[in-house]
Every structure is written in C-alpha cells, then in structure tokens.
C-alpha cells in the first residue's frame, strides 16, 4: 500500500505548474497483522480551544482552478464524530491555499499562491475573521520573492518564515524572513537560498525557541535545520534523513520534531517523533504516534501541536489516490504506538484535500 501516493502525486501536479517533465512515485509497504491498540488517553486541558483546517477547493477536483475560492473552517478542539464547521472564512477566488498558522494574538496567516500569476501571497486575518472578511495585512509582490509557497512558521518575536518552491533543484527554492509587521511589497530580512541549502522541494516549517528553522524536505525524505544567523547560500546546521517523504512539520515545547510518516509495520501514517539533535542517516524516532486503531491507510498530512503539546492531525482512512474522505484526528502528549484517538472529526459537511493544512489556537 503507498501511504504517501496521494500527498506526493499532489504535490507534483502543483510543481509541474511551473516545472516541465516531473513525475510521481510512491512508496510501497508489506501487509502485516494490526497489533493490539493501546489507550490514547484524553487531551490536557489548557491548550488549544479552535482547530483551523483548509478546503482546498482550487484543487478539489486533482487540478488547480483558478475560479474556485479555498476555505479555512474552524472547530473546537472538543469536536468529536460528524460534525460541522463553527465558522468559515473564505479566502481569495484564485489564490491556492498551502498553509495557515496562527500568532499569540489569535491573527491568522494564510500562505498560498495566485494560480493566474504563480505567485506567493500571504494573508494576514485578524482573529474571529470570518465570511469574506479582508485581511488586515498582505505580504506579496515581486522584492518579497515568494512564488508557490509550502510553508509557514512564526518564532516567538513575531517574524515570519516562509518556504517557496520554484522547482525541483536547490538554487532557485528559498526560506524567506519577514519582519513582525511586514506589509505590501515588502522584502524579507533574511533569505536562505542556493545550492549549498540543498533544498529540493522546501514544504513545512518549524522554528525552536533558539530560532533554529527546521524544514521537511519532502522529495529527498530529509529534514534540514537552519539557526537563527544564517544568511543566504549556505549548508544546513546539520539535517537527517526519513524513509518515507515528509512534507509537514511541528515542534513541541521540548524541541521534539513531530513528522507524518509511517508507523512501525510501514502499514499505517503515523507520526514519528524525534529529538531537535538528530542528525545523519535514518535515525529511529524516540515515538512514533499512530497505527491500526487511526488507520490512516492514506496517510497523515497535517499536524499541529498546541501548547500542552496536545497532537492534531488530518488524515486520510483510505490508500486509494482520490480525493476528500479525510478526517481530523488528535492524541494526548502521552500518547504512543498504535494509540487510540482522544477524539475524531469526520463529517459529510466538507471535504478536505490531503494537503491536510492544519493549525491550533
């Protein structure tokens, strides 16, 4: 079964927007018999209260479509079965939506891309946005240097940091930083960019209480680390590989990296958990989150991380290649192996691209 068909073969479609002659590929893994689940146990309380999750409706249909607006629902971190969304809020006509992340403050950051022109825009929507209400700050033009953006990520002073994607080859993709109170045409304070970066194809982002930027590399099934000084075309800090591709990234308040990859059986999506510190080829995650009691045959896509450390993840129960029968699944910070859910959210109501966009507050 190739648990990570989908969010690849994705993710190609939208890089063979602007890339000629790339192609997809996924990877298979051995039926095995389910082990026994294990009990989640409940979220801890005090953290998020609201989960922000995308409909990528430009891309609804395995093609992107430039008349269809994407949608950013929202649901109490309560939310349990089938259920509706609490409130929506409509994003542009024509702009792809790639990522959302929220600040202390509750303000909203929506990255994505206008399809027409294959470039990078990111929204600023002040907390409560809802309906088609405007944003209070847009961050897009030509010296931000933004094209089809992957990735966003806040550090604990406000800055923003975004990954943009031009092709599959280091040189021309970036990590950009843009300033607290950045608006309009703006360029960013810092950029890390060339070939010495090795970034591929620079997806999700996560940035430590040090500043140090993480980014999941996803076609080279490698995470990289940035620190807070560096600037321009230079080698990672030091970087690890993953057996399978990972595309999205969160840390918790110890500096644990959480990546959607697989679990033990290779069967099953899962999140494995490693230390900040790792480093070289392959090492083997302190926890890995998932298995049969979630069976995410399709896969997790989108995780998230509150302040207690509280796991929020969007995924898909089925390996088939089509889209939307995805739901939103979360695990107590104890929770390990094949760990049962504290609660899932699963609805006729909407229908979520496996890009799986997701972020807490």
């Not at 929202?74 to 349990?80: H, L």
């Not at 995410?296 to 969007?314: E, K, P, T, W």
């Amino acid at each position: 079964m190739a648990i990570w068909k989908k969010y690849v073969a994705a993710t190609v479609v939208l890089a063979c927007v602007f890339v000629a002659g790339c192609g997809s590929s996924g990877t298979s893994v051995s039926d095995a018999a389910p082990e026994p689940p294990t009990p989640g146990g409940p979220l801890v309380t005090g953290g998020a209260t609201t989960m922000y999750v995308v409909q990528n409706n430009t891309y609804i249909t395995g093609s992107l479509n430039s008349s269809a607006a994407d949608v950013v629902m929202s649901f109490p971190t309560s939310a349990n079965g089938s259920v509706g969304a609490t409130s929506t809020l409509t994003t542009p006509v024509g702009m792809f939506v790639s990522d959302v992340k929220t600040d202390a403050a509750g303000n909203l950051y929506v990255g994505g891309m206008d399809i027409a022109s294959g470039s990078g825009e990111v929204l600023v929507y002040p907390a409560g946005a809802t309906g088609s209400a405007a944003p209070a700050r847009t961050i897009m033009g030509s010296l931000t240097g933004l094209k089809l953006i992957q990735g966003l990520a806040l550090d604990t002073t406000g800055q923003m940091y975004v990954s943009s994607w031009v092709n599959n080859g280091a040189a021309a993709n970036s990590i950009s930083v843009f300033a607290s109170n950045a608006n309009g045409n703006v360029a960013p304070v810092r950029t890390i960019s060339g070939g010495a970066t090795g970034l591929t194809s620079p997806a999700g982002l996560a940035v430590d209480s040090a500043g140090t930027v993480y980014v999941a590399d996803g076609y080279l099934g490698r995470v990289s680390a940035f620190t807070s000084t560096q600037n321009g075309d230079v080698a990672p800090a030091r970087s690890f590989t993953t057996l399978y591709a990972p595309f999205q990234i969160a840390i918790d308040s110890a500096n644990n990296l959480y990546l959607p990859l697989a679990d033990t059986t290779g069967n099953y999506g899962a999140v494995n958990v490693f230390p900040s510190t790792a480093s070289g080829n392959l090492p083997t995650p302190t926890r890995v989150v998932g298995g049969h009691a979630l069976n995410a045959q399709g896969g997790i896509y989108g995780i998230a991380l509150d302040s207690r450390n509280n796991l929020y993840c969007v995924y898909s129960p089925s390996s088939s290649t089509s889209l939307g029968a995805i739901g939103i699944a979360t695990f107590s910070p104890t929770a390990s192996g094949n760990a049962s859910p504290a609660t899932v959210v699963t609805s006729s109501n909407f229908t979520l691209s496996y890009f799986g966009y997701i972020t807490v507050r």
